[in-house]
């Protein structure tokens, strides 16, 4: 009896793959084209190096240590931790490969993007009173995100790929869909190992945190550093490009699933 089950549910799936198949003969189109451009990629490793030269470099008085570039979507991307944050007292490392990766979504997906560019000197994913917060506050008022994304890198030791950090769902506010459709986008492209809640963003003053506290949904992504770009000679170009693919899709998708909400 298992035998012949597991017969049936082979020749079931076979057969079901043939019809698709045949379906897509019509056309003769069966795959994705991809996205992601050699331009693309080195144009994020020039500007990563770029960052890198400030990493630890300190703000002038009154100079901004973060920027905004605007975007067409509805989707806000985060990179708190771009360039090195201050926090209790010791300059600490960034996530690098998440600012270039930030403003890569900004120039392939048109997504909304704040990031830190300077050395912080208050971290603004551990603590609320800055300058950060508070252009993060100014911006979820004016532009009224969807989504806000909140990039960061993990240790190339941790077993996942991707960490979603929810607040054990509660940053979702209630749309666990974008949750499952972005996993959904990483896992198409060849990002499969995923995880929820390693670091579940709870703790401390994180940005997730506060962008839920307003009544908009936040995930935070803790990427393991085996998909970023590294200015210091790691580099993941091939790894790269397909996070960045799978992220700029997902942006786009999303957008195209909110404008047609609206008709």
Do not use: C
Request: net charge positive.
């Amino acid at each position: 009896m298992k035998r012949l089950v597991t017969s049936l549910v082979a020749a079931f799936m076979f057969s079901t793959a043939v019809q698709a198949a045949d379906l897509g003969k019509k056309d003769g189109i069966f795959f994705d084209r991809a996205l992601v451009t050699k331009k693309n990629v080195a144009e994020a490793i020039d500007l990563e190096r770029g960052l890198q030269k400030k990493y630890k470099v300190q703000p002038g008085r009154n100079e901004a240590w973060f920027k905004f570039f605007p975007g067409t979507s509805k989707v806000l991307v985060i990179a708190p931790h771009a360039t090195s944050p201050m926090r209790e007292g010791r300059l600490r490392f960034p996530d690098s490969g998440t600012g270039s990766l930030a403003i890569m979504l900004n120039r392939l997906a048109k997504a909304n993007v704040l990031y830190t560019s300077l050395a912080s000197p208050s971290d603004p994913n551990y603590y609320d009173d800055n300058n950060f917060k508070r252009e993060l506050d100014r911006l979820l008022k004016t532009l009224k995100p969807a989504l806000v994304l909140d990039l960061h890198g993990s240790h190339a030791y941790l077993p996942y790929d991707v960490d979603f950090g929810t607040m054990g769902g509660k940053s979702l506010i209630g749309r666990g869909d974008y949750l499952l459709k972005l996993a959904e986008a990483l896992r198409k492209e060849g990002i499969l190992n995923l995880s929820q809640d390693f670091f579940a963003a709870e703790k401390n003053a994180t940005d997730t945190k506060w962008v839920a506290a307003r009544g908009i949904p936040a995930i935070q992504l803790e990427i393991n550093s085996t998909w970023l770009l590294h200015p210091d000679g790691n580099l993941q170009p091939h790894r790269f490009a397909q996070l960045l693919q799978a992220l700029t899709r997902y942006i786009l998708s999303l957008d195209q699933e909110v404008s047609n909400s609206k008709e």
